[in-house]
């Protein structure tokens, strides 16, 4: 299945399932995509892409942070496991791991999100676009959804933005 994300066709692995991101109180998303069937914790693993029109060089940290900030305002126990700037030279990128607990049917549930924010350029204007890319799936399911992830962020297929020096 595929979405359009700024002039991008997102192509969501198979397995997962395209959810309209309004229905679930997440307009600003450009991609919701769930894995059914996954899990025993009652967590569904779900992958997400929000786009941040109009950057600029070190706003990717900001983006880090302040999901840091919004998961803390609504769950429990949120810890950045792992934050480290990604890319080469300079295209800006970041890669951050969090833990958190969350409550599902009175019962706590480790879940593990995984954030890489990759600064493109977009295809038809050129102008710089942050891709929010998120996964998140309880803890002992991580290791069957991340493959998925991973091909998920490689097939973006846009090219790295040089940001202006």
């Not at 979405?3 to 450009?30: F, I, S, Y």
């Not at 779900?46 to 600029?56: E, Q, R």
């Amino acid at each position: 299945m595929t979405r359009d994300g700024a002039g991008v066709p997102l192509v969501v692995p198979p397995g997962w399932e395209l959810v309209q991101p309004a229905a679930v109180g997440a307009p600003g998303l450009a991609l919701l995509a769930v894995r059914e069937g996954v899990t025993t914790s009652g967590f569904t693993p779900t992958i997400s892409v929000a786009l941040h029109d109009g950057v600029v060089a070190g706003e990717v940290a900001v983006i880090g942070s302040e999901t840091v900030r919004r998961l803390d305002a609504r769950e429990h126990d949120v810890r950045i496991r792992r934050r480290e700037a990604i890319g080469s030279g300079r295209i800006e990128g970041l890669a951050q791991e969090l833990r958190l607990t969350t409550w599902i049917d009175g019962r706590p549930v480790e879940v593990a999100q995984l954030l890489v924010v990759l600064v493109l350029a977009g295809p038809e204007t050129g102008r710089l676009v942050a891709w929010a890319v998120t996964a998140s799936a309880a803890v002992q399911d991580l290791d069957e959804v991340l493959p998925d992830v991973e091909a998920f962020v490689a097939g973006l297929g846009v090219r790295p933005a040089l940001p202006a020096d």
